[in-house]
């Protein structure tokens, strides 16, 4: 009997309080935790990459926890699927930074496309690879260490050190691959 105070105190509070709800909102805000997620993989890229993350952001607000994520602008994703940006919850906010990605240097030399989508490890479909789509292979394996998005790296550091000084982070998430 002595706990059923607890259950009844939503109910009688405003009674006893009346700027209750004002009190339960501003405790709630300075107990809130800042998340910074850092994920190359958010939309409009498509897949299953994006959907882990995507649906991280959704529900943790539910736990006290405010995310914040730092992705790629004008990344060249292996899939782009528009509707997902719809499921981004208002008020989130999303730091983006320019990418430089050598895949339309590789569109070129292999004379593909412009906007057909790659495959991040240039792997084709044909069972028998050129002699560009090879040497492609072997320059990317030997010369992007780790991956082709090591160009992110140094320009996203720069803009997150500058970013955190001004805005305070509880904890940070990176989401790999890619692993840059």
């Known amino acids: 009997m002595a706990s059923n105070w607890k259950v009844l105190l939503p109910f009688l509070a405003p009674a006893i309080a009346p700027n209750y709800l004002e009190q339960i909102t501003s405790h709630y805000l300075r107990c809130v935790k800042k998340l910074l997620l850092i994920t190359y993989y958010w939309p409009p890229c498509g897949g299953v990459s994006v959907q882990r993350w995507l649906k991280h952001v959704k529900y943790l607000r539910a736990f006290g926890w405010e995310p914040v994520v730092f992705t790629a602008e004008g990344a060249d994703y292996p899939s782009i699927d528009t509707t997902l940006a719809q499921e981004i919850p208002e008020g989130i906010q999303v730091i983006k930074q320019p990418i430089w990605e050598p895949y339309g240097m590789?569109?070129?030399?292999?004379?593909?496309?412009?906007?057909?989508?790659?495959?991040?490890?240039?792997?084709?479909?044909?069972?028998?690879?050129?002699?560009?789509?090879?040497?492609?292979?072997?320059?990317?394996?030997?010369?992007?260490?780790?991956?082709?998005?090591?160009?992110?790296?140094?320009?996203?550091?720069?803009?997150?050190?500058?970013?955190?000084c001004d805005n305070p982070i509880d904890a940070i998430v990176s989401n790999g691959t890619p692993h840059t």
């Open 106 to 164: 590789y569109r070129k030399l292999t004379g593909r496309k412009e906007g057909k989508q790659m495959q991040s490890a240039f792997n084709e479909e044909a069972k028998q690879p050129s002699l560009a789509q090879r040497a492609a292979v072997y320059v990317r394996s030997n010369f992007f260490i780790p991956d082709a998005r090591m160009f992110w790296r140094k320009s996203s550091v720069k803009l997150l050190k500058a970013w955190l």
